[in-house]
């Protein structure tokens, strides 16, 4: 019976993975062909004034080669003045699709230049949904994955930044921003310090293709913060965060449009603070575990009053570098963000775009649709039960509903949070249904099993069932418990198995109900599709 029940297992989980592959794929079909719009009905053609930029910083990477293009001086862009190309853009896009171009061409398969950059972001479309399947199957499961990468790949709010010949930066920065907080998910559960490294590294890819790279340095150590406070340290923590903080930097400083920025701006502070707090607690829970518990009160106190004096001089330090600026470190689009009236006051140039502006009520229903209503239910979700990595998407989706109710061009950080929740939502609603369906079925031929079973015995073989006196005198002797450790075996048993079954039926509906909410799911996901 063992034996035959583990390759029943091993059957459905090989067969479970073949269809999941088969449901990425489809999906990473979908995401990229829904994107092809604009190339069928017209031509392959790169649109709007940043994209077409970016089309000619690449055309000259891969005539000229990595070198030029550093220390390239573009005389036809801010005319009059130029503009040092290599020290003013970030480079991820570009040396992303140079690499593309050169690849193809490898292989013998000549595209020109400008059918790379077309066919760019449509590509990195597909590989976010697959990386957001990773994200949410870390955090909740395969079928929220699977869920949650589907959603993605028609959400209209990444789609508009994503069609063929978009070719801005937020072509790959989204999936860079997805596979980041993938990896630190992936660490925070692990504990590896090969999936800390990676983190570092698509960090810096990150940091190399969008200036929204300060969400993730700030996000993260919010939710490492958060989990101190809660008391959910682990050494897991600290190997999903110290690394990240010191490769991450190191790599980021090596960009040229970063540079020092990385150290010597306001964006960036949150992210040292919280290092140096997570070190002194790391050096705490170890004098804990080292010393005896009234060498512990002294070394603690002598821990903690070191930690107050590091952090208040990098404070101080930090502060005296930054009062200089009149903006006190911090950039123009930042303090944007945190005051809504600073670029209006200060900077109308920034204000007069009409993306820096805040989003009206009806941009939430046009551009993530339905999943504004599904978010919530994703949130309760999270906290059933509460984990590390469920509490950083509640965290992530709370700080991106802020900053795009601040500025419209931020609903791209929303929607990847917003799929992620709704996939949660419908993959934990679907789950639900169907066990429901699937336990009330089992019941109802349970009972018309026993039903039949009951008029097919006649009345003689139920007489001739029962043992005789004889037989009963035959049957050996077995050892009775009292009556005392019978009534508590009971009564212990009966607890348990009411626990079990309190569980299971406070998730279970009526069958007529189950099927209903099948249903109504399957009409919810049609409208997504279709508007």
Known sequence: MAASDKSRVGVRDAFGSVLSTIILILVAILAFSIRLFSVIKY????HEFDPYFNYRVTKYLTKSGVYDFWNWFDDRTWYPLGRVIGGTVYPGLTLTAGTMWWVFNSLNIPLSVETVCVFTAPIFSANAAWATYLLTKEVKGVGAGLTAAAIL???????SRSVAGSYDNEAVAIFALIITFYLYIKTLNTGSLFYATLNAL??????????GYTFIINLIPMHVLLCIVTGRYSSRLYIAYSPLVVLGTLLAALVPVVGFNAV????H?????????VQVVALGHYIKRTVSAKMFKVAITLVISVGMFVSIALVAILVALVAASPTKGWSGRSLSLLDPTYASKYIPIIASVSEHQPPTWPSYFMDINVLAFLVPAGIIACFL???DASSFLVLYIVTSVYFSGVMVRLMLVLAPAACILSGIALSEAFTVLTRSVKFQLSLSFEKDASTVKSEAVPSELKDESKPTLLEKDKEPLKERPSKKNRKKEKENVEKVLDKKEQK???LLLPLEASAVGILLLIVLGSFYVVC
């Open 504 to 506: 299971k039926r406070s």
């Open 43 to 46: 031509e392959s053609v790169i």
């Open 202 to 211: 698509s960090y810096f890819y990150m940091v190399c293709s969008w200036g």
């Open 264 to 267: 010597m701006t306001s964006e």
């Open 153 to 159: 790949a028609m959400v209209p709010s990444y789609i």
């Open 385 to 387: 039960p509460l984990s």
């Open 269 to 277: 502070f949150a992210s040292f603070l919280v290092f140096i707090i």
